[in-house]
């Protein structure tokens, strides 16, 4: 150790190089002190290319020699980029204060002192709450329920009331039965409340559709009636899918009650009444499938126009598919319609009414 030179440090600003200046003897009788350490990086190259190696132990110390830090402190100051004790700076203001700083890291330096001279090193690094303090040779710890002792080489620190929350407890015995005290008198009214939401409105349908055609064509027998116009002569609304021009079927989108009208002016192919039905999914309802049949008047001449209406209600599920099927003669019988004027020969149409 005694192979490094010592140096005396006076009131002002002193710079320390890497050649050597290890031990320094500060007078701070005539003013604060501040020193600038060399560069962590540079110290160590600077001693392993000088000695091979760096040690520790060689790192630099320093004491109070006038035993008034705590009037003119001594502040050391690290290169730019480096920190001691987590910190941009170090401020000894503890009278006597002795100390040793060793770089810790190739940016940083850790500084331990020892205060009065009493010997022995101070705490390393306070922090709160993550953030370095400047090093002091003394903590307090002040509050209630604050308990410091030293045993064993360390200090042990002991703060009550920082536990968390216990078990819960066994439920106690219930209580007697209070007796049921007079009753009191009537509250004030209250304030009127706020008004409710509007109810559903009565009367308005969720689902209509209708669906004409007024061309010349031949419904063919056992097939769904062909719409030249489809569902475009009206704005439907509340089904999946409405007949577009030359199609045929409403496709439901909500489970409910519907309600049924179409009619047919056509001439059958033999002297026979017309006879059309409603189909579901391409087949007869499957419950009661005649109440959805129905037929004209009977004609004896071949080639009279008759006319075949039919309106009900109706159970359809969300997804079904609803045509009109001619089943005029069982379904063996094609139709002839007529058009050529302004006027309706087919039409569909369905409302949903629950």
């Known amino acids: 150790m005694n192979n490094f030179p010592s140096r005396t440090v006076q009131a002002g ?28 990086s540079d110290l160590m190259d600077y001693r392993k290319n000088s000695l091979g190696a760096y040690l520790e132990l060689e790192a630099i110390r320093f004491i109070d020699a006038s035993n008034l830090a705590g009037t003119n402190n001594i502040t050391f100051f690290p290169a730019s980029g480096d920190l001691i004790n987590g910190a941009t700076s170090l401020i000894v203001n503890i009278n006597g204060t002795s100390g040793i700083l060793i ?9 331990l002192l020892s205060a009065g001279g009493a010997g022995g090193s101070g ?12 090093q002091q040779p003394v903590i307090d710890f002040v509050g209630a329920g604050v308990t410091a002792t030293n045993a064993g080489g360390k200090t042990i620190v002991t703060i009550n009331g920082g536990g968390g929350t216990g ?56 097939a769904n009636v062909i719409f030249d116009l489809g569902a475009t002569p009206f704005a439907n609304t509340g089904f999946t899918s409405v007949p577009a021009a030359g199609g045929t079927a409403f496709v439901v989108a909500t489970t409910g009650v519907y309600e ?27 419950t009661n499938a005649p109440a959805y049949e129905f037929r004209s008047n009977l004609s004896e001449i071949v080639g009279d126009v008759l006319l075949v209406v039919g309106n009900g209600l109706i159970n359809l599920t969300a997804g079904d598919s609803v045509t009109l099927r001619n089943r005029t003669l069982s379904g063996t019988n094609e139709v ?19």
Do not use: C
């Open 260 to 286: 049924f009208n179409f009619q047919v002016a056509g001439i059958p192919q033999t002297a026979t009444s017309l006879q059309f039905a409603i189909y579901v999914n391409n087949a007869a309802f499957p």
């Open 167 to 222: 078990a819960t407890g066994a439920t106690g015995a219930t209580g007697a039965s209070a007796t049921n005290g007079a009753t009191g008198a009537t509250g004030a009214t209250g304030g009127t409340g706020a008004t409710g939401a509007a109810g559903a409105g009565g009367g308005s349908l969720t689902a209509y559709g209708y669906a004409v055609g007024q061309s010349s064509t031949t419904i063919i027998p056992n």
């Open 13 to 40: 600003v002193t710079l320390l190089n890497v050649s050597g200046e290890y031990h320094l003897t500060i007078i701070t009788a005539n003013g604060s002190v501040q020193v600038y350490l060399p560069k962590v």
């Open 336 to 354: 002839s319609v007529t058009g050529g004027e302004a006027s309706v020969n087919r039409a569909l149409s369905l409302k949903r009414i629950a």
């Open 103 to 111: 770089p810790s890291s190739n940016t940083g330096w850790m500084a």
């Open 123 to 134: 705490y390393i690094i306070a922090q709160n709450q993550g953030t370095p303090l400047p």
